[in-house]
């Protein structure tokens, strides 16, 4: 409850009594000379003095009662928020349900009515009255006949607790996180930012899913390959494509699983585990967006109805090798290899592999091995390493830039991990294709093992986990020279 509220709340409550009380004192202080003058006046109207007194009374007595109960709705009230607000808070970390809090105040009401109904006329027997009225039974039933079973439904349903305010529920086709459950009913908050309020007597006839808040609540999406797509590859890709997704928990790894044969493809489900259920919408989302962007990279295909029929020359950006023409752009603005003759720029570009990455998905991960290095042909990267185990940033790399270059030149494993930004693609350059311009090239190892030195040191000096290599002591030039074979 916010500070201010709660001030108010404070506030009208010690006026309320203040105002209670001396209501009360005045009401006792008056009672005699108010008697007297009362009963004066009736008289005047030809009444005897003791049915003028009986009257008085009567209606003196109705008067404390009205005090007295409006003291104590004040004081349950009060009692309420403190017990069921305060102490539930400190507690358990959250507010007790309304419904737990009307039932209190309901049957608090009741009971001190009761007392002081016996208390100011002790000759009537309130059990009789309620109990012989048979059309005061009638009428009651018949009004409160809703009113009731939403009442019990909502009971039973605080009694068995089986979600609580925060939960996801899906009651009928309803679907939505759990805002309140008061004595009428359950109010949902849906995922259009609706609320919808289910009674509790219709919830109690449903069945009710429950996707606790605390719990690891599972998602399954489902896909398809074509038939000649290999099955284990597209499990590997997709749990590692799924697994690196915000939202989806770390704690569980996703299990991709072949669902069925289907007409025209195989039919696979991935089933993942979520940190927060109430995104699912979005997190579901974003697993079909990284199941499509590795599939584009692996060259593994959703199968198409078998009656399409696909005529396509070029795949373009799929992962496999085109003649590589359009790359030759790209390599002669890479300041490394500018002094490559331009037929050596367009064999190059022959060898390497275009490769696209989803924003947020890692093109390399540190420590892993590595036998090839990247030239960023659209988009951008971020070199990141990890501090305390989160990851920081230690360069953004642009078009035109190159990574991956260390593992590639020493065999050591990779240093940094490197992220897209936002949808990259890279150029992919294998160990081959590197040895076979170092031999017509020896500059190029020189330039390289300078690029290298000079990441290094500033990996360094951002990081204490960054070793000292013997590389370095004995000389990178010489390192790359041996790891290529190069006299
Ligand atoms: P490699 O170690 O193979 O894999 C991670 C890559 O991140 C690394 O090669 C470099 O290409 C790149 N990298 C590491 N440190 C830096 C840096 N300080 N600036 C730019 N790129 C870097």
């Excluded at 006026?15 to 009362?38: E, M, R």
């Excluded at 086709?173 to 289910?198: A, D």
């Excluded at 489902?222 to 997709?238: C, E, G």
């Excluded at 350059?429 to 000079?454: C, R, W, Y």
Aim: proline letters at 3%; one cysteine or more.
């Amino acid at each position: 409850m916010p500070r201010n509220h709660f001030k108010r709340r404070l506030i009208i409550f010690l006026v309320g009594t203040a105002l209670l009380v001396l209501s009360l004192v005045l009401v006792s202080l008056s009672q005699s000379s108010l008697k007297a003058y009362i009963i004066e006046r009736m008289l005047n109207y030809r009444m005897s003095p003791e049915a003028a007194e009986a009257s008085f009374n009567n209606v003196l007595n109705l008067v404390y009662i009205i005090l007295w109960m409006a003291l104590a709705i004040v004081l349950i009230r009060a009692i309420n928020s403190l017990i069921f607000g305060l102490v539930f808070r400190l507690r358990k970390g959250y507010e007790a349900p309304n419904l737990v809090r009307n039932t209190f105040s309901i049957v608090a009401y009741i009971i001190i009515f009761v007392i002081l109904f016996k208390q100011f006329y002790p000759k009537v027997e309130l059990g009789a009255l309620f109990t012989t009225s048979a059309i005061f039974g009638v009428i009651i039933g018949l009004a409160l006949q809703d009113t009731l079973g939403n009442l019990f439904a909502g009971i039973s349903l605080q009694a068995d607790k089986p979600f609580q305010v925060g939960d996801v529920i899906t009651v009928g086709k309803w679907t939505g996180v759990v805002e309140s459950v008061t004595w009428r009913g359950i109010k949902l908050r849906t995922f259009q930012n609706h609320v919808v309020l289910i009674s509790n007597s219709s919830a109690g006839k449903e069945a009710i899913e429950v996707c606790p808040r605390e719990n690891l609540n599972a998602r399954i999406v489902f896909f398809n390959t074509l038939y000649t797509d290999s099955p284990a590859k597209t499990i590997h890709i997709v749990r590692e494509a799924v697994r690196e997704a915000d939202n989806v928990s770390q704690k569980i790894r996703p299990i991709v699983r072949i669902r069925d044969f289907g007409d025209s493809s195989v039919d696979f489900e991935v089933k993942y585990w979520l940190e927060d259920y109430t995104k699912f919408n979005d997190t579901d989302a974003l697993v079909r967006q990284r199941i499509w962007y590795a599939f584009r990279r692996a060259g593994i295909n959703f199968a198409f109805p078998t009656r399409t029929v696909q005529i396509e020359r070029i795949s373009k950006a799929d992962g496999r090798r085109a003649d590589g023409s359009e790359f030759i752009d790209r390599l002669n603005a890479v300041d490394i290899f500018a002094p490559l003759s331009a037929e050596e720029t367009a064999r190059l570009a022959k060898n390497s592999v275009r490769r696209v990455f989803a924003p947020g998905e890692s093109v390399i991960r540190a420590g892993d091995e590595g036998s090839s290095m990247f030239v960023v042909h659209e988009g951008r990267v971020s070199v990141q390493i990890s501090d305390n185990g989160k990851p920081r940033t230690v360069s953004v790399l642009n078009e035109g830039d190159f990574f991956g270059e260390m593992a590639l030149f020493t065999g050591e494993p990779r240093t940094a991990s490197v992220v897209a930004i936002e949808e990259t693609e890279v150029l992919e350059i294998g160990f081959q294709a590197m040895k076979h311009l170092f031999d017509t090239n020896p500059d190029l190892v020189e330039s390289l093992s300078h690029t290298i030195t000079e990441r290094r040191a500033e990996l360094k000096a951002r990081s204490e986990d960054v070793q000292e290599s013997e590389d370095e002591a004995e000389g990178l030039l010489s390192v790359i020279k041996r790891f290529f074979g190069i006299s």
